[in-house]
């Protein structure tokens, strides 16, 4: 399944553009987080240099899933013929 990495990416580089948003990615383990940034920015960049981006991918994806504002974003697309 070679193509749920650039599925993943280009869905994050639409969101940015249309600015919808997946919410804002901090750090989790303090009060004070040293960073801010939009999730969609986060969520490419850990694919795109991810040395394993297929199952980093399905990972995002399935996790989508159970978030039902965006549940439907998580439905992998067919594969192209």
Known sequence: ???????????C??????RFSFGV???????DPTFN???TKLISSIVTFSPAQE???IEFLQKFQKIP???????????PH
Request: glycine share 8%; charged share 15%; aromatic share 4%.
């Open 13 to 18: 580089d639409a969101a940015g553009k249309s």
């Open 69 to 79: 504002g965006i549940r439907h974003l998580g439905n992998i697309p067919p594969t």
């Open 37 to 39: 940034i939009e999730a």
């Open 25 to 31: 990615a901090t750090r989790l383990d303090t009060q």
């Open 1 to 11: 399944m070679p193509f749920v990495a650039p599925y993943l990416i280009s869905l």
């Open 55 to 57: 199952s980093v991918a």
